[in-house]
């Protein structure tokens, strides 16, 4: 069942770091849907000023994700040269696979 | 005359419910035209009346875009092609002469009449583009019914704004919550094809199940269209999103998927024209399954973009169709992505199911296991097709789904 946050939508952290080249690290926790997919839309944007050439998105914690939030993930690949997707479940991965996003998106490991 | 006395005009005429209605083209400099649709919910029944501006001079702003780029087409309200009546064009001169074909297509209570003519002198060419003439209308149809949509819902919320500062509305607000839906509702099935087609030696049926959490236009769409030669043509479809976007390019892949397929209905083929019509501007993305059946070979080849295989059922079992999925409409440039179609032969009175997304995923679990209970669900059930849709649909969605659920079934009769 999903979890819900106040406003009846589903519930998604996201948190801004850099990893040890200084790339932007963005994790993604909870559900990623369509009704909070723009959360993590505007956090690429503003990720994007730097033009970053790597950028990377910790999903070890994101439990679902819908198409309207694969659609964010595939929209970063104009934020950066390279994307990856870092720890999905199975769950995630399997979607990622399935849609042919894992060929523009390197998925770790 | 101001726009509230016109839709008070417009209301007095008599309406059936559940009907999509317009009005004839209103005003010439800044001309519009009216939407109006009734619903029921709640023991009350509504309407709702919303204006379009139409395009300045009627010049239509989608001409550069490659699908149409071959033909000149005027699209008029009714079946007159008198200038006064005209929606949108992409030519300058009109009426439309020489070379040409019209077509009167109907939409709600109204009628559309499409005049298409080709660029070049090509009279062979223009043949060939004959599936654009319905597709060019599809398009624009479809734009107007995703534009009232998307009026509503924007009405909606600035109405549930105010709501948070007033209690005492909130009641109310959730009513009209429940009768937009009904409105969206009404409009989505109008977007989609009204009823399936007769087919010799099978039976097909579909359901569609708006998600429960918004009053938007999804984007998953189906067509199934029986071809000259006995076999038939269909396919389901997910544009991630929704809202008027996902409308809009749904309606583009659906028409243009259309017109590939009236050209050569081979899935692997269609898939790889729809990837060079949607290129790789990764802006969002779509899934797409394609079928080809072969009634009375009792066969079907399947190309998937991204989307999930359809299963097969019949007295052995149930079995999802083996096959490698290319990638997702707008994911690779189309020189990168390949589709491959699966053959596969069915026995006596099997049953084909697709569907969108909607009806498997959930929530913290891998795809597989929602495959895996789909199609447990559909071996326990010995129904008529319909009631397999509906049963499948009520048991697999519900009121908390944020995602729409699009079934579409196929039966071949013994």
Not at chain 1, 54 to 60: E, I, K, N, P, S
Not at chain 1, 71 to 85: F, Q, S
Not at chain 1, 100 to 107: C, F, I, P
Not at chain 2, 210 to 216: E, L, Q, S, T
């Amino acid at each position: 069942m999903a979890e819900l946050g106040d406003d009846g939508g589903a519930r998604v952290e996201i948190e801004r770091a850099s990893d040890s080249s200084g790339a932007p690290v963005v994790a993604v926790s909870g559900e990623l849907d369509i009704s909070n997919a723009g959360e993590l839309e505007e956090v690429i944007i503003s990720v994007a000023e730097a033009a970053p050439e790597r950028l990377v998105f910790d999903l070890a914690r994101l439990r679902f994700i819908d198409s309207a939030g694969l659609a964010v993930l595939l929209r970063a690949t104009r934020a950066a040269t390279e994307v990856r997707l870092r720890d999905p479940s199975p769950a995630v991965r399997r979607l990622v696979e399935l849609t042919g996003l894992a060929d523009v998106l390197s998925v770790e490991p | 005359m101001s726009a509230p006395q016109r839709a008070q005009r417009f209301f007095a005429r008599e309406k059936r419910p559940g009907v999509l209605d317009l009005t004839g083209v209103m005003g010439t400099t800044h001309a519009t035209l009216g939407f109006e649709v009734r619903a029921s919910a709640a023991n009350r029944s509504f309407a709702v009346y919303a204006e379009n501006p139409l395009p300045t001079d009627r010049r239509s702003r989608i001409e550069s875009n490659s699908a149409f780029s071959d033909l000149h087409y005027a699209l008029y309200i009714g079946r007159s092609q008198r200038s006064a009546d005209l929606l949108v064009t992409n030519v300058s001169k009109l009426p439309i002469e020489g070379t040409h074909a019209a077509e009167v297509v109907p939409f709600g209570t109204a009628k559309f009449t499409l005049v298409v003519a080709p660029k070049g002198s090509l009279g062979g060419v223009f043949f060939r583009s004959l599936p654009w003439i319905i597709a060019v209308a599809g398009v624009l149809m479809t734009l107007a019914g995703a534009l009232l949509t998307d009026r509503l819902v924007r009405r909606r919320e600035r109405a549930e704004r105010l709501a948070t500062v007033l209690d005492r509305v909130a009641a109310e607000n959730r009513e009209m919550y429940r009768e937009q839906r009904s409105i969206s509702q009404t409009l989505q099935h109008a977007l989609l094809p009204e009823k399936m087609p007769e087919l010799r030696g099978a039976q097909v049926s579909a359901r569609y199940v708006p998600a429960g959490a918004g009053v938007d236009v999804g984007g998953d769409w189906y067509d199934v269209v029986p071809l000259d030669d006995g076999r038939v043509f269909m396919i389901i479809g997910d544009v991630s999103g929704h809202g008027l976007r996902a409308a809009t390019t749904m309606a583009l892949l659906r028409h243009a998927a259309l017109a590939y397929a009236a050209e050569n209905p081979a899935p692997d083929g269609v898939l790889g024209k729809l990837s060079q019509f949607v290129g790789a501007d990764h802006d969002y993305f779509a899934t797409v399954l394609c079928t080809l059946l072969d009634i009375d070979g009792h066969g079907l080849t399947v190309a998937s973009a991204g989307h999930m295989a359809p299963l097969v059922i019949d007295e052995a079992g149930a079995e999802y169709v083996a096959m490698t999925p290319g990638p997702a409409l707008g994911v690779m440039r189309a020189s990168q992505s390949r589709y491959r179609g699966a053959t596969v032969s069915v026995r006596p009175s099997a049953t084909v199911l697709a569907f969108t997304d909607g009806l498997v995923e959930r929530r913290g679990e891998v795809l597989d296991v929602g495959l895996a209970r789909l199609r447990n669900l559909a071996l326990q059930q010995r129904l008529s097709l319909d009631d397999l849709l509906a049963t499948l649909a009520r048991k697999l969605t519900s009121e908390e789904h944020t995602d729409d659920t699009a079934i579409l079934g196929i039966q071949w009769q013994s």
